[in-house]
């Protein structure tokens, strides 16, 4: 069923636990998305990012049209998150694509025009029932963006910046960084209580991917309560679909390899939310 990301995340940061959210970038994502969950028992959050939108033309009602009716025949609850947005024009657009809720991601702006452009962003989404994520302290990683694992959200920064510009929910800079394909990364768990107790909103990990089962779990009991996870979905993806072009050189027809691929992707689905939720 399709359900709102603001809900979802409501009820899960009421029960102390986590929301998983994954990037989708074809309907095969989307689809392995709905079966990872449905196969765990658990909700998820299906996101397309801003880059995914223009991988498509800069056309986001496609891919969103496709996403929203796989959550709504799926048997467990999914929302529809645009993701990393910096567009206002993509904003605009979010409510008419079914998105019920936006990642505004202003967060390459100096801190004052980052809180400004947010400001504006939610009292935008707020008048149509759109909830609304934003980032501060820059993670790193971003579309071949250097990695800054070393990168942190100030807590006392970020309590200004809520109060300041209204956000639903807070991504922060934790240690994680974008499109790691190693799960090496080791989170502040000090910082991340720290900014728990001085943000009133729900706070989200970027970059997830490259952070270890253990670490996540740990991020959730600190006080993470949305997870975002791009890049180990692609991992499987590509892997899948590598090794079946080796084995069959010949193979023409898509669904032979993209069959393989969209079950590692939802195997992935699978053990994240097990591991995490
Ligand atoms: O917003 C998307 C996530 O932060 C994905 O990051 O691709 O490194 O898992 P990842
Ligand atoms: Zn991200």
Redesign the pocket.
């Known amino acids: 069923t399709l359900v709102r990301t603001g809900d979802l995340i409501g009820e899960a940061r009421a029960a102390g636990r986590a929301v998983l959210?994954f990037?989708v970038i074809t309907v095969e994502h989307a689809e392995a998305v709905a079966a990872g969950a449905e196969a765990a028992g658990a909700p998820a959050v299906l996101?397309v990012?801003e880059n995914a939108v223009k991988f498509h033309g800069g056309r986001p009602g496609p891919l969103a049209a496709a996403t929203a009716a796989v959550a709504r025949a799926a048997a467990v609850p999914l929302a529809l998150h645009l993701?990393?947005v910096e567009s206002e024009e993509l904003l605009r657009s979010a409510a008419v694509h079914g998105f019920g809720s936006v990642?505004f991601d202003a967060s390459r702006l100096p801190y004052a025009d980052n809180v400004k452009a947010t400001a504006e962003a939610v009292r935008w989404g707020h008048a149509r029932g759109i909830w609304v994520e934003a980032e501060l302290g820059r993670?790193g990683?971003k579309a071949g963006d250097a990695h800054t694992p070393g990168v942190r959200t100030d807590p006392a920064e970020a309590a200004a910046y809520v109060t300041d510009t209204g956000v639903d929910a807070l991504a922060v800079a934790v240690g994680?960084?974008?499109?790691?394909t190693e799960r090496t990364a080791t989170l502040d768990h000090t910082l991340i209580a720290a900014l728990r107790t001085a943000v009133p909103v729900p706070l989200v990990l970027?970059?997830?991917?490259?952070v270890p089962d253990e670490e996540l779990r740990r991020a959730v009991q600190s006080g993470i309560t949305k997870i975002?996870?791009?890049?180990?979905l692609?991992r499987a993806y590509s892997a899948a679909v590598r090794a079946y072009l080796e084995t069959h050189p010949t193979v023409v027809d898509p669904r032979k390899y993209l069959a393989p691929a969209r079950r590692a992707m939802a195997e992935t689905v699978t053990a994240y939310l097990r591991a995490t939720c």
């Open positions: 959210a990037n996101q990012s993701d990393h990642m993670i990683g994680s960084t974008h499109a790691m970027h970059g997830s991917s490259g975002n996870v791009g890049t180990a692609n």
